[in-house]
């Protein structure tokens, strides 16, 4: 029994245990050849190492939308392709080594038979040229071109209804509605193509053009504005469920807490329009419980049997680290941290409540409120994990009402990647 916690606790060798999973060169094995992940480093498809040409620099984070663009484009392909990551302005300092090859430091960044290229739509032009377009047609043809044009116009909507403050009543139903004309205007792309794609039934280079600022409408338009992007527009919602069924885009997909908060800073911030039911979505996505709302406007998918084993895996494998922030962060015990840290993983596969030490609320909602997606772990494993910690906290016998500091809208330097480089 621990002697600063009541309950029986299990130790990080027991919770390694339970997780399970694979380790060391199995683990490796798993990333280089298997679904899509965050923590790969190299990506074979089966095919030997010899036949790399590409090297992509994307973010640590997982985050960047131009990223996940091109990172998408080489999984769907199934280009053997390595992989190289560099810190985003806003969760740390750039890497040195990074900013000598692209001084203007932008991400992503790709390097094809050794010829380096930046822009993400330059990036896909020579990987079309190189291997082929995804899809019956490349970026540059006419068709594609209409639809490319349609997405900046979506995303220039979302950005005058997300980013202007001070929005009256009026201006934010014009906002509104200029918005939803384009996205009527995409569900009819979709309908004309026969779906559920844009060019068909299968996705092409120009879905993944629609997909990272899509995923990050539909988060940040549920919590700013209390609107349900994929309840107004059901074929969106078949697009973005068919999307889903594929592990490739599983893989980089991000969930509504990590878009909310890694989004004003990089947007020069984001305004809400105060109502009950963005008041409501904002506290859940905030907190939990999820699904926010029925339909899941989240995902189409379930949570695999394995998602609370992976949650534990990835807290086991940098608890030390996550420790000495959480007590850093809220001035906390770290050995009481330690315990509480266990106790919530307890709770999580256990399906059991457990009492934490006192004083560790906000420790506990620290890192809860700090979980990325899909960094850390997929979607459904970090809403169990979020859950976990949010109702530990909730039983801490002195503070249970607690928050961690709450967190910036200038910037993501909590995010900071450097302490857990190597232990990915």
Known sequence: MDACCPDPLPSWADLRHWAGGAEGEALQHQRIHGPTNAQATLRLFGEPEAQVRVTLYRDHHAWCPYCQKIWLWLEERQIPYRIRKVTMFCYGTKEPWYTQRVPSGMLPALELDGRLITESDRIVAALEQAFGPLGPWPLDQPQV???????RLLFRAWCQWLCT??????????????????????????EASGGPFLLGAEPASVDLVFVPYLERMNASLAYYKGFLL?????????????????????????DFHTHVHDLPPQMGGCYACPSAEQHELAARIDAGLWPVALPDPETSQAAS????????????????ALVTRMASATGSDPVALDAALRSALMALMAEAPSVPPVGTAAGLRYLRDRISVPRDMD?????????????TAGRDPGTPTAQGPALTQQHRRDQDPAPFVGRV
């Open 145 to 151: 071109l209409q639809l490319r044009q349609l997405e």
């Open 165 to 190: 403050p001070g929005l009256d009543a009026a201006a934010e139903q014009r906002c509104r509605q200029q918005f939803q004309r384009y996205a009527v205007a995409m569900e009819s792309a979709l």
């Open 230 to 254: 994929r309840h107004e527009h059901p074929t969106i919602d078949r697009w973005f469920a068919a999307l889903e069924q594929r592990p490739t885009y599983r893989g980089t997909q991000s």
């Open 305 to 320: 049997d394995g998602a609370a084993a992976a949650a534990v895996a990835r807290v086991v494998r940098h608890a030390p």
């Open 379 to 391: 979607l459904h494993a970090a809403r169990l994990l979020r859950a976990a910690l949010e109702a």
